[in-house]
């Protein structure tokens, strides 16, 4: 998300994303790069929904949703749900 991200861009993304963490899913037991890539996707779907949120959150606070960012993946892996 390198781009000035929108709700319906961070959406867009978030689908995009989805679809190809089933894609992966769906061919079973995965290896090498193929493992690598589904890692690499969960975080990047971890980030886009704390990004999503931040907008949120930042609108009802009747703040600027755009100054939302993309925290790190050491941040967001580890919230406590």
Sequence with gaps: MKEQATDKSVLKHIQNLAAEEHRLYAQGSLAGAEAARLS????????????????QARRAAGQDSNKAHVRPPEIVENYEQ
Excluded: A, F, T, Y
């Design 40 to 55: 690499k996707i969960e975080v990047e779907l971890d980030q886009c929904w704390d990004l999503l949120r931040q907008r």
